[in-house]
């Protein structure tokens, strides 16, 4: 038993996970690549009043402060719960230390690894958006302090010259602006990299959340159809104790019609699920909250326009929803639990027909020959049965002791 639990997962799954954090890197490497590139010039309107803002020098949330509130204090935070609150209750006293360890820097792991990739995805496709599109920030006039005297040399479209001689768009050519790292950032006002960034690392840190504590909508799974009134029933107890098939007298017409059935155990749909405590609620919306406070900065700061913000909100709830559940169960069925590792022989891709990355070969190639070793214990237990049971609830291992949870399972 001891040799089981002490088994590590093979070379080849470890490396496997290390060149996901490298490819993780690299996207976001790729993103701050793109920064020093030229975006783009959008000719502009040097009357536009919707790029004549000032420019704001002292921006409320500077790349550095975006920084510790998206990536920095999520990734605390991940840890933290991590650390303390994994495996939790469901764990039984005799649990092995090892395996408690083990599950608590599994989740360590995929949830740095969501992060991250929400992260890294969000800034690789905000920064090449913003190259393409090249669109002008609200200030950008005050950026580029346009020589109006020169207009006809820059001149793109002179149709507005017979109306106003500055009713035309010019090129960038026009501005007199020496400090080209303002000039250039003034381009790049869509989609705002704030908005995605934020809510690519903040609405990631709230579906964790969500997912740890249990906060989600009081969800009432499909059951087969049933005429059983007991289900809707006001009077049907909340468990699922066997009650007696034949009525009684001293039972009423509505007791003895719901007896009558032999499903004992039934659990009325009204009792199936119920609202978790508001503060928890509270607690998970607070990264909400903060991402939308930093989004509402760059319109105040005049950094972008509405659409901007929206545009990029929608990149970062996009980008955190997928990368939370690339690596997590869902929030409502999951029971805060990630997905565990792929199985070894799986681990750097599968054929067609295979399935799934997951198979009954577990995480190490020694652990059959772990088992083998082990042979059977004293209770008429295999080494594979006690295996399996380890980590588990009583409740779980009276249902079902033929899991493989105990093999594969980090």
């Not at 920064?127 to 609200?138: C, E, H, I, S, V």
């Not at 017979?162 to 003034?186: K, Y």
């Not at 750097?348 to 009954?360: C, F, K, L």
Request: proline fraction near 7%.
């Amino acid at each position: 038993m001891r040799t089981i639990n002490s088994i590590l997962p093979s070379k080849r799954l470890a490396l496997s996970y290390i060149f996901d954090w490298i490819v993780i890197i690299a996207i976001a490497a790729v993103g701050a690549g793109w920064e020093y590139l030229t975006p783009y010039h959008r000719p502009f309107s040097p009357v536009d009043l919707s790029i004549s803002y000032p420019f704001e020098k002292n921006e409320t949330i500077p790349t550095w402060l975006l920084v510790v509130c998206s990536l920095i204090g999520p990734a605390a935070i991940i840890f933290v719960v991590c650390l303390i609150f994994v495996p939790g209750p469901t764990a039984s006293r005799g649990t092995p230390k090892s395996l408690i360890w083990r599950r608590k820097m599994w989740e360590w792991n995929t949830g740095w690894m969501g992060l991250a990739l929400s992260l890294a995805t969000a800034f690789m496709v905000t920064q090449g958006m913003k190259l393409l599109f090249g669109k002008p920030r609200p200030d950008f006039l005050s950026r580029c302090q346009p020589d109006l005297n020169r207009i006809s040399e820059f001149s793109v479209n002179p149709v507005g010259d017979d109306f106003n001689p500055l009713w035309v768009l010019v090129t960038s050519g026009i501005c007199q602006n020496n400090d080209d790292d303002i000039l250039q950032d003034g381009f790049k006002s869509f989609p705002s990299g704030h908005s995605s960034f934020s809510w690519a690392g903040l609405l990631y840190l709230t579906l964790f959340l969500a997912s740890k504590f249990a906060v989600a909508i009081p969800f009432l799974p499909p059951r087969p159809f049933s005429t059983n009134p007991a289900y809707t029933s006001a009077v049907t107890p909340s468990n699922l104790r066997s009650r007696n098939i034949l009525p009684t007298h001293n039972k009423s017409h509505t007791d003895s019609t719901m007896s009558s059935y032999v499903e004992d155990n039934v659990v009325p749909i009204r009792y199936q699920a119920a609202a978790p405590p508001v503060w928890c609620l509270v607690l998970v919306l607070v990264p909400i909250g903060s991402a939308i406070y930093i989004s509402s900065t760059r319109f105040t700061d005049f950094r972008h326009q509405g659409f901007d913000i929206l545009f990029g909100s929608f990149i970062g709830i996009t980008s955190s929803w997928f990368s939370f559940r690339w690596y997590h169960l869902p929030v409502t069925r999951g029971a805060g639990w990630s997905w565990g590792p792929r199985s070894y022989t799986r681990a750097w891709g599968i054929g067609v027909g295979v399935g799934s990355y997951v198979g009954t070969e577990g995480w190490s190639h020694r652990k059959e020959q772990a088992m083998n070793n082990n042979g059977n214990t004293g209770n008429g237990t295999t080494g594979t049965d006690e295996l399996e049971l380890v980590g588990m609830t009583e409740s779980e291992r009276n249902v079902d002791q033929s899991r493989v949870e105990g093999v594969h399972a980090i």
